[in-house]
């Protein structure tokens, strides 16, 4: 038997709220959860795995835009793989880049620490 999640319990495993995971409902990030006789929402394992990757996705600078783009392509079924792969093939390289812009400013940040080092010895040896 597959285990199922209640919003909070979703919300807990991905530190996500459950306003955001309603969000993500609403805007059809997420689609088909299942409902229980009281119209909760229970979510399966394959919707646990599909908003951790949302997770993923989105701290990595995805845009909603291109988070929804990704979301309605999964769920037209596998005649769109091509286009899923090119999509995030195309995130990864911008992530890549990110991260490259991100070292060049870190860089930049440790000379100017280590600059004001300096300057900071050179006043105290005045002293």
Known sequence: MENLFSIQQLAAITEMSSHTLRYY???GLIQHVQRDKNGYRQYSEFDLAWVQFLVRLRATGM??????????????????????????????????MNMRELQINLTKMEEKIAHYRALENFHLELL
Do not use: A, N, P
């Open 25 to 27: 409902e609403k805007i």
């Open 63 to 96: 845009s909603m835009i291109k988070m929804k783009e990704f979301s309605d392509l999964r769920y037209q079924g596998d005649d769109t793989v091509s286009l899923r792969r090119e999509l995030l093939e195309q995130h990864y390289q911008d992530t890549l």
